[in-house]
């Protein structure tokens, strides 16, 4: 069973920067995509950025481009998602997420919140 612990998160001021970090245990097979979502408060969760690990390929929400960058530290075991520039609109609890041969799995989730 693949486990996932995310932290980094905390309070920001607007312009600032945060790391995210997820760490994974479990993972038994070598090709699988990882992901962060979040989820703001009375919102639906949705998706921020992926990686997949089969040429480190990555893709991003519109609203988080150039400003968000997934990346992976396999030798830690790690997902890692560095935030700048960041705004009031991306205060939410940030998820991290795989899926692969094994199955879809969460994280418990870290709060981000930006306000000055």
């Known amino acids: 069973q693949v486990q996932l612990v995310e932290s980094g998160g905390g309070l920001v001021q607007p312009g600032g920067s945060l790391r995210l970090s997820c760490g994974a245990s479990?993972?038994?097979?070598?090709?699988?995509?990882m992901s962060w979502y979040r989820q703001a408060p009375g919102k639906e969760r949705e998706w921020v950025a992926r990686?997949?690990?089969?040429?480190?390929?990555?893709n991003y929400a519109d609203s988080v481009k150039g400003r968000f960058t997934i990346s992976l530290d396999n030798a830690k075991n790690t997902m890692l998602l560095q935030m700048n520039s960041l705004k009031p609109e991306d205060t939410a609890v940030y998820f991290c997420?795989?899926?692969?041969?094994?199955?879809?799995?969460w994280g418990q989730g870290t709060q981000v919140t930006v306000s000055s």
């Open positions: 997420n795989y899926q692969g041969r094994q199955g879809f799995y």
């Open positions: 479990g993972i038994i097979f070598n090709n699988y995509a």
């Open positions: 990686i997949f690990t089969s040429g480190l390929i990555t």
